[in-house]
């Protein structure tokens, strides 16, 4: 397991990186003069290369070596960081975390074929575990870390911290990680064929529209926390997003479990997930409820992933990791949209105030959608039920 916490270290540095580019916003704008519509496709750049890169770069890398290629990608994850920090103008800077985009795109699917390959089958569940938990990690914790730092040595500080966790997990896995073959993350016709399932197709659009929404306004949320509420301390705001994501994430599978209905599960949090983005206008005006719309938001939006991911695996039992991770692509595309179409909003003359409930009205899109599964699965189950005479 001590080489997992090698991948674990790593996957820490993706998530602190991608989450929190939303925080340094107004920074980054005030260094090169842009407007939060603007620099928030910085976020769209990251996240749109993070969710292509892994099904472009399968196939190049099918047979290789697992650890030439998580050296490989975290060193383009660290250069992309590095160059983003000494980017002298907004559109080196926009290059730069596509760089880095790609990188992390590469390591994250390579680091969950490595865990799995480095443990017994019955560990196998754990060695996952330490993988996505090193990602939520470095978004409940790094995130507010980072923005701290850049409160002392500026944004670009914040981004070289970055560079130093990704090169320090480089170096530790160029040292102590085993050299073995292992089968490359799965493939962009693999993921294309996932979608020829309506079952899959219409889990992953779930996935896509909550994405939208979710992450889409995390990545304004300065803006959105300024207007309304005049605050421009974001940091204890973002502490109650992840507070809420780490009980979300721990707390989920025990409901799984006990309820045995993903699906219907489902569908309660996009509910609450709704709820608290269309209550953040709300409930910013009234001191004592300010944080409760991010514990709610967070603990939400973190726990929808394992029911779904769930539900992917009962409807492609044969593809698990393709489905996983074409569910992976899903989300992190489905920021990208929503970072890209909250800065055109902002950028057509919409104020901040108006984004939380345009991504709750998307919810509502993936509510109905939700529920249309449910139907359908009610409706199936039906038919296989014999009748009784």
Known sequence: MNKVLLLTIGMFALGF????????????????????????????AFTLCYALAA?????LLAGKS????????????????AASALAPNFSLLLIARAVAGIGAGLFSPLASVAAASLVSAQKRGRAL??????????????????????????????????????????????LFFPNFLAAAPPSLRQRAAMLTDKKVLAIVGITFLASIASLGLYTYISSVLYEIGRIANTT???WAWGIGGVAGSFTIGFLIDRTGHPARLMA?????????????????????????????????AWASLAPQQHALLHAQRDHAEAVVALNSSANYLGSAVGSFAGGVALFAGFRPSFLPFAAGSVILLAILGQLS?????RA???KSTPAHR
């Not at 409930?283 to 300010?290: D, E, F, R, T």
């Open 17 to 44: 990186d991608a989450y929190v580019v939303a925080g340094l916003l107004p920074d980054i704008g005030a260094t090169f003069h842009k407007s939060d519509s603007q620099v928030g496709q910085a976020v769209s």
């Open 55 to 59: 099904p472009i770069f399968a196939t």
């Open 66 to 81: 697992v650890r030439k290629s998580l050296i490989f990608a975290l060193a383009v994850f660290s250069v992309g960081n």
């Open 129 to 174: 575990g330490m993988i996505l938990g090193g990602m939520s990690t470095g978004t409940v914790v790094g995130v507010p870390i980072g923005l701290f730092a850049a409160e002392k040595i500026g944004w670009q500080g914040t981004l070289w911290l970055i560079t130093v966790i990704g090169l320090g997990a480089m170096i530790g896995i160029l």
């Open 236 to 238: 204890p705001y973002l």
């Open 268 to 300: 309660v949090l996009l509910s609450i997930l709704a709820l608290a983005m269309f209550g953040i206008p709300f409930a910013l005006n009234i001191p004592a409820l300010g944080f409760l719309p991010f514990l709610l938001w967070g603990a939400a």
């Open 373 to 377: 599964i449910i139907a359908s699965a």
């Open 380 to 382: 199936d189950a039906a």
